[in-house]
């Protein structure tokens, strides 16, 4: 199945949200937009709910610091004690340092990953850029057309309020 | 967004810049053949470098009597070229995480270089407690790990444990906080290179980002995410390096104020150097507009504030030790200004503590000549000031038939050269290869300080 897309090109960043809003509050399909940097407020104006990936961090920290201080007790009182100044087998207090950095680890490198496997990045991955100059400084916003009331001049006459660059049809591969 | 931003702010990039031209101006010594000048300083750092290696060959061969270590004194040289220079990568941090978190927006000009030179200085740091070791291919030993010997685990009682956790947490963290960061700049040489080659290992290591902004939205949360780690993590790393010694008995050492003021002075001397190679990065690669005189200014003011919270430590020192009664203690810190070793002290005491408050004066702090000599004072005054912790308190401990003095040998002095050679090395070559300024940051702040019709570009 092919998708009609719609790629308007924009060359502010104030223009980019502007017209992201105007598109959504018009019942339009936004696909994606693409920028060359993190404008603060565009996720809302696209109307993107806020990710998710925190929950993972505080998850994969407190694993990793649970995991760590359960280790630390077993391996200074069960599997092998050593009575080190006759201090508690299980001194708990002295395990906290290690714990933390485990814990931060854990959640900084997995936090990372999740954040890689989400937004399926991955080293060597073929890029799908839509116009080299997103990377620079051009702002594209990707409209889906999706049924028989998508009309392309009405849509031209609202993104031009916003001095739209450039516009143009693709056909694209479901699923991108 | 624009409207929000008071215009009595003043812009953090000079120059009216178009998104298009801070691509072009921190791409363009990318862009370039190596200049002369490059390769100079490289192959000078090179040759720093390959004189550390033969210094460490030598010892690793023949032992650690080839430093001027005895009985009394243990830790010397090798351990305050460790602790100072884990300090000096935890400016990297407060610029990438700290700053980041308190919305100091300027630190997108610096905090692609001091997180680089984060990275960079604890591999120089880690170096040192490894060949101090005197048989670093049992290095692994440290680490807890299945074995045949009962098993047996380390202790986890240890602070030297609990270093080699913190150190090793925090490069791992550093890296991947710095490559998160450069992922989109990747993506914008990779679209915009011509050379086969560059596209080929950007487009690797660029991992498909494609500016989404639905991508931007996490790498945000990620990159928040990451910074609150990392704030804490860079308290904590000097705190344990501080308990490294904190927890002994020695008098000088024992004290309760180490972490506080072992982390305040790692950001002061970290601060020193992220001004000393900033300003010959600004001067070398014509960045003055990204770098400004308001960068260095701001700059300046943390050091103000960190001299004086190294300053009130050292003399909070003095005053416990008169205060506790405690004849050890009084001693250790009479004999740090008074003894054999006064001359080290002063030498920290003057640039740490009266040299810096030259920078109250705006003529100074806007003066980057002055400024630079300051932060190069500043260096060497911080690295005595570890020299001063860790090896006058050694040398005076409770006996006097075991008191003894310490003089480096020339292989220490190689290995400390070294550890410079190795960090510019790699400065250079970062500086060479890969953008020395967060090009998706900073034309997200392109629009502070400036009123906006529209749009700005």
């Known amino acids: ?176 | 967004m624009a409207d929000h931003v008071s215009n009595l702010r003043k812009p953090l990039i000079l120059g009216n810049k178009t998104y298009e031209a801070v691509t072009r101006d921190v791409c363009h010594p990318l862009d370039q053949k190596s200049s002369k000048a490059w390769w100079m300083t490289f192959l000078v750092a090179m040759a720093m470098m390959g004189l550390g290696m033969v210094a460490v060959t030598y010892q690793i061969e023949t032992g650690i009597g080839t430093w001027g270590l005895n009985n009394t004194v243990g830790w010397a040289f090798d351990i305050t070229n460790f602790v100072f220079w884990i300090g000096i990568g935890h400016a990297g941090t407060l610029i990438s995480a700290i700053l980041f978190l308190f919305r100091q927006r300027w630190r997108t000009s610096v905090n692609r270089s001091a997180e680089a030179m984060t990275i960079f200085a604890v591999i120089c740091a880690g170096i040192f407690p490894i060949i101090h070791m005197g048989r670093p291919w049992l290095a692994f030993w440290v680490i807890p790990y299945p074995n045949f010997r009962g098993p047996l685990w380390v202790n986890f009682r240890s602070p030297l444990v609990w270093d080699m956790f913190a150190i090793s947490v925090y490069f791992t963290i550093s890296l991947v906080f710095w490559y998160v960061g450069l992922i989109p700049d990747l993506a914008t040489i990779r679209d915009r290179t011509t050379s086969k080659i560059k596209r080929a290992i950007t487009g690797f290591f660029s991992l498909g980002w494609n500016g989404s902004n639905k991508t931007w939205l996490r790498y945000e949360t990620v990159y928040l995410l990451l910074a609150g780690l990392a704030t804490p993590l860079v308290v904590s790393v000097h705190t344990i390096v501080s308990w490294d010694f904190a927890t002994s008995i020695i008098p000088g050492w024992h004290a309760t104020i180490f972490p506080p003021y072992f982390v305040a002075g790692a950001i002061f001397s970290g601060f020193a150097m992220v001004m000393t190679l900033m300003l010959i990065v600004r001067k070398v690669l014509h960045f003055e507009d990204y770098i400004t005189l308001h960068h260095i200014e701001a700059m300046c003011k943390v050091i103000i504030a960190t001299a004086g919270m190294v300053g009130l430590a050292y003399m909070t020192e003095f005053f416990v030790a008169a205060y506790s009664g405690n004849e050890y203690e009084r001693f250790a810190f009479v004999n740090r200004a008074l003894g054999p070793y006064a001359w080290a002290y002063w030498i920290m005491a003057v640039c740490n503590v009266l040299i810096p408050q030259l920078l109250w004066w705006k003529k100074i702090r806007t003066n980057p000549t002055a400024v630079f000599f300051i932060a190069i004072l500043i260096n060497v005054g911080m690295w005595f000031e570890r020299f001063v912790i860790i090896t006058i308190s050694l040398t005076r401990d409770y006996l006097p038939a075991s008191w003894a003095s310490y003089a480096p040998t020339s292989i220490e002095i190689a290995t400390l050269i070294g550890s410079f050679g190795l960090f510019f090395t790699l400065f250079l070559l970062f500086a060479r290869f890969l953008p020395m300024i967060a090009i998706g940051e900073v034309k997200g702040v392109l629009s502070y300080g400036h009123r906006q019709k529209g749009d700005h570009s």
């Open chain 1, 1 to 176: 199945m092919t998708e009609r897309l719609l790629v308007a090109t924009f060359g502010g960043e104030r223009d980019i949200v502007d017209a992201t809003r105007a598109a959504k509050d018009a019942g339009y399909h936004i696909v994606d937009v693409y920028a060359p940097y993190a404008i603060h407020g565009l996720d809302k104006a696209m109307g993107l709910r806020p990710s998710r990936l925190p929950w993972i961090c505080f998850g994969l920290g407190l694993t990793g610091a649970i995991a760590k201080l359960w280790y630390q007790i077993w391996t200074s009182a069960t599997s092998w004690p050593v009575n080190v100044g006759g201090k508690p087998l299980s001194s708990v207090p002295a395990f906290v340092p290690v714990t933390f950095e485990i814990m931060v680890l854990f959640a900084g490198v997995g936090t990372v990953l999740a954040f890689f496997f989400v937004s399926r990045l991955r080293p060597g991955k073929h890029p799908k850029v839509l116009y080299e100059r997103v990377t620079n400084d051009k702002f594209v916003l990707v409209l889906l057309q999706n049924d028989a009331a998508f009309d392309v001049s009405n849509v031209r006459a609202l993104l031009e309020r916003f001095h739209v660059e450039r516009i143009e049809e693709r056909l694209t591969e479901a699923g991108r």
